[in-house]
């Protein structure tokens, strides 16, 4: 198993410019999120899925994008960047079951630079 | 809304031990903890149900008190791969998002 893949691992874009940060996992996991991560500010949610064709937001949504269309895939798309969304990406994958509650396995991390 | 860690950093001296405190001001279902080390991914420790049970992972056992809505990580007779960002995540309630702390950045020193 590969885990939870992530690419690209390091990017600079201009402010402005659009893209996406790609996310895979092949456990089979129905929950998949994505954080942001800011010194001193620890890892903030981004957007959260329960299964293909659910997402929803987390903390810290404004200016980002995402559709889970798979269960293994689970891309991030930046609509037009700025220099304020500048940090270290994780996407992180769970099991989901009503009444239980799972580790998160997390993504080696894509570092964004936005100029 | 995220939980509150502390303290914020420790330094350490091998061998010696150290308590790392969550708190939240809403009602908990679960606590995790994870640790990250420095350029790396968090990395899972163990997970916590309300209900005051405690747990261990080698030297590194946690306790989670639901009245208090407080979990706290114990670090014992600490070792220097001990060392990075000690992370928080609670869920109010079974399958629920995640929420993180800004995390207690632990240093053992030979």
């Known amino acids: 198993n590969a885990g939870v893949t992530q690419t690209p691992k390091f990017q600079v874009l201009k402010t402005g410019q659009s893209m996406t940060l790609q996310c895979a996992q092949d456990?089979?996991?129905?929950?998949m999120s994505w954080y942001r991560q800011d010194p001193g500010m620890g890892l903030r949610l981004i957007h959260y899925?329960?299964?293909?064709?659910?997402?929803d937001q987390g903390e810290v949504p404004n200016g980002y994008n995402v559709s889970r269309s798979t269960t293994e895939d689970f891309p991030l798309r930046l609509l037009s960047a700025a220099p304020s969304q500048t940090s270290v990406y994780f996407c992180?994958?769970?099991?989901?079951?009503?009444?239980?509650?799972?580790?998160?396995?997390f993504g080696p991390g894509t570092r964004l630079t936005v100029t | 809304q995220q939980p509150v860690q502390s303290p914020q950093a420790v330094i350490l001296r091998e061998g010696e031990d150290a308590v790392i405190n969550c708190s939240s001001s809403k009602a908990l279902y679960s606590v995790h903890w994870y640790r990250q080390k420095h350029g790396e991914a968090p990395v899972f420790l163990m997970i916590l149900l309300k209900g005051g049970e405690q747990k261990g992972h080698e030297k590194i056992s946690a306790s989670f008190n639901e009245k208090k809505q407080q979990s706290s990580l114990y670090l014992t007779a600490s070792q220097l791969s001990y060392s990075g960002t000690y992370f928080c995540?609670?869920?109010?309630?079974?399958?629920?998002?995640?929420?993180f702390g800004t995390g207690t950045r632990l240093a053992v020193r030979p």
């Open positions: 456990m089979n996991h129905e929950y």
């Open positions: 899925s329960v299964g293909a064709g659910i997402t």
């Open positions: 992180a994958s769970s099991y989901s079951s009503p009444g239980l509650t799972y580790e998160q396995y």
């Open positions: 995540g609670t869920e109010k309630s079974s399958g629920d998002k995640l929420t």
